[in-house]
């Protein structure tokens, strides 16, 4: 009897791990709440958090492969898979941010936060900005759209029954005997089934859009805004207004960019260039929660007035403190409300 090889073991295993990657993210996802995360255990619970977030980035990084040689490129969520050659730069960047805040409350426990935390930080924000900036380059000048490649475990499940029913269709249930029309009509009928129900991966990055100068100078902005204000935080220190504006005014001026050929209709963008754009916008919310303006408008200003004054009722006084409490963790760390 012949043993199974490493390779069909290490197979078995990948594919059994894709098929039920879904609920480690749902232990991934009940990490985030846990109280002693943000204690005194908070190195090693981010740790575990880090760990867990590294292992499900194999698992969706394998799932992602498997998509894309079925040629499948959206998810059942409506997702698109990145495409072969964005998604191994990708997968390097989200190993980092994987590893980010780990690091930070690593280099926060030495001491001097001046010498450890804020190199520490610039470091990894420099290496982001350097694979992305890499991306750009093999995407000859396209917005940069995708930033995960999670599969739901569904859809890695719909793929390995759909493997062994075209492996069954495959055999011939007349063996011996001689393949009929109506045998060769089927077959051909199965395959262009097949074929129909698969999508177009692109396999060759895309060609440089019209409004190439836009797009190019639109994302350097946005790559590099972390970086610069990084840099900025460390020289000139929390309570400075620098930082906070330079970043502010980069964000803006990218997206005013990028729009550009779009509002001037020299240009138009695709689908999920328009969701990226919707995601960066969104992300302008994260400027309230950072120094200066923070100190200056929202934990001495009005908003905190009127949740103290809400703190006098029992029941909502709970969510309040529940609410005040996230607030002051997420603020504690530069990653939590950096967006990048």
């Not at 590294?54 to 499948?72: C, E, G, P, V």
């Not at 759209?145 to 069954?168: C, E, R």
């Not at 963790?329 to 409300?337: L, Q």
């Amino acid at each position: 009897m012949n043993k199974p090889s490493t390779s069909s073991i290490q197979h078995k295993v990948n594919l059994f791990l894709m098929e039920h990657g879904d609920q480690l993210s749902l232990l991934k996802n009940l990490l985030v709440f846990i109280p002693g995360r943000f204690g005194d255990s908070e190195l090693m619970l981010e740790a575990i958090y880090s760990a867990t977030n590294l292992f499900q980035t194999y698992i969706d990084y394998a799932s992602s492969k498997m998509m894309l040689s079925h040629n499948q490129s959206t998810t059942s969520q409506n997702e698109t898979v990145p495409p072969p050659y964005y998604l191994h730069l990708l997968k390097w960047i989200v190993v980092i941010q994987n590893l980010e805040l780990c690091i930070e409350v690593l280099a926060s426990s030495t001491g001097d936060k001046r010498r450890t935390k804020w190199p520490a930080i610039i470091t990894i924000e420099a290496l982001k900005a350097l694979l992305r900036i890499k991306l750009l380059f093999k995407t000859n000048g396209n917005m940069l759209i995708h930033h995960s490649f999670h599969v739901p475990s569904q859809d890695i499940q719909a793929l390995g029954s759909k493997s062994k029913s075209n492996i069954i269709n495959r055999r011939n249930p007349y063996e011996g005997r001689r393949q009929t029309l109506q045998d060769q009509l089927q077959s051909e009928e199965n395959n262009n089934d097949a074929h129909d129900n698969s999508t177009l991966i692109p396999l060759l990055p895309p060609v440089s859009p019209r409004d190439y100068n836009n797009k190019v100078i639109g994302e350097l902005l946005y790559i590099l805004r972390p970086l610069i204000y990084a840099v900025l935080r460390w020289n000139c220190g929390k309570k400075s207004w620098r930082p906070w504006v330079v970043s502010l005014l980069m964000e803006y001026v990218s997206l005013a960019v990028i729009e550009y050929a779009t509002i001037t209709k020299q240009a138009t963008m695709s689908q999920l260039e328009m969701i990226e754009v919707k995601r960066r916008r969104n992300q302008f919310i994260y400027y309230v929660l950072r120094s200066p303006f923070y100190d200056r408008f929202i934990s001495d200003g009005i908003v905190f007035r009127i949740l103290n004054f809400f703190k006098k009722i029992p029941l909502i006084k709970i969510l309040v403190n529940v609410f005040l409490n996230y607030i002051n963790v997420f603020r504690t760390r530069y990653f939590y409300t950096s967006a990048s």
